[in-house]
Nanobody, 124 residues
Framework: QVQLVESGGGLVQAGGSLRLSCAAS????????VGWFRQAPGKEREFVAA????????YYADSVKGRFTIFRDTAKNTVDLRMNSLKPEDTAVYYC?????????????????WGPGTQVTVSS
């Protein structure tokens, strides 16, 4: 069993930065891949970034590549999403998730555990 809680969301101007953090409980967290997803009003939940169990592999959606960085601290059981050069279209509720699959899954159906989400709003 894994429990996830996100923090760090808020309101920021376009071009600004935010850092989201996901705190995980459960001694088996290191055996899960982790991902960040987001959902804007009226839209499907979409993949943002993922990090593998222990190999250090990461994978990003094209829309955030070069602007966002996922960072996993296995000692602290946390996963950060560092977001730079934010755009109004990045506005969404951001979710942290954990998957038992190997690699860096981008399919939301691969993820078993989800946090409640944190709101990010980027003003123009």
């Amino acid at each position: 069993q894994v429990q996830l809680v996100e923090s760090g969301g808020g309101l920021v101007q376009a071009g600004g930065s935010l850092r989201l953090s996901c705190a995980a409980s459960g001694r088996t967290f290191s055996t899960y891949a982790v991902g960040w997803f987001r959902q804007a009003p009226g839209k499907e939940r979409e993949f943002v970034a993922a990090a593998s169990r222990s190999s250090g592999r990461t994978y990003y959606a094209d829309s955030v590549k070069g602007r966002f960085t996922i960072f996993r601290d296995t000692a602290k059981n946390t996963v950060d999403l560092r977001m730079n050069s934010l755009k109004p279209e990045d506005t969404a509720v951001y979710y942290c998730a954990a998957s038992p699959r190997f690699g860096v899954p981008a399919d939301k159906d691969a993820y078993n555990y989800w946090g409640p989400g944190t709101q990010v709003t980027v003003s123009s």
